[in-house]
């Protein structure tokens, strides 16, 4: 399998047009995707970044539901996107990987970051649920991984 493919194979991707992905990568740049003149170098995995435009999030689950989803959709999200710190942001993904709902994928040159995670059935069904059915069973969820790690400070 190769390891590049071309901005045309992306935006089919990901559904996006090329212009909007060179629109983007001006301004904001996206990982995986470099430019030389008019070569575009695009890793194979790479995702088009999550829209975070009509979201405000402020609590944990805010958090927890957009990271779970953006994965599920196949697109980018990180922190910075966020406004929370890498550790959580490390810690919300590793909730998910315990849980099952998160895996790792094949694309190591994306190691350290969400894309080299994706999403199980189990993480599909939960965004299948919508925002607020998500969120209940996230809590539901993740209560195991909370109730898990708090039993080692009781014993």
Known sequence: ???????D????????KVTTI?????EKGILGI??????WFIMRGTRYPYNLRARKPKLPEDFR????RAIAENKYIDEKMLHISKSDFSRYIQDYVNQGALEKNTYSWFEGTANNYQSTPIGDHIV???ELGAKREIAVLLGTVIGAAGKQFID
């Open 1 to 7: 399998m190769k390891k590049y493919i071309t901005i």
């Open 9 to 16: 194979e992306f935006a089919k991707e990901v559904n996006v």
């Open 22 to 26: 060179k629109k983007r990568y001006k």
């Open 34 to 39: 470099e430019r030389a003149g008019d070569e």
């Open 65 to 68: 539901y957009i990271i779970l």
């Open 128 to 130: 299948s649920l919508g």
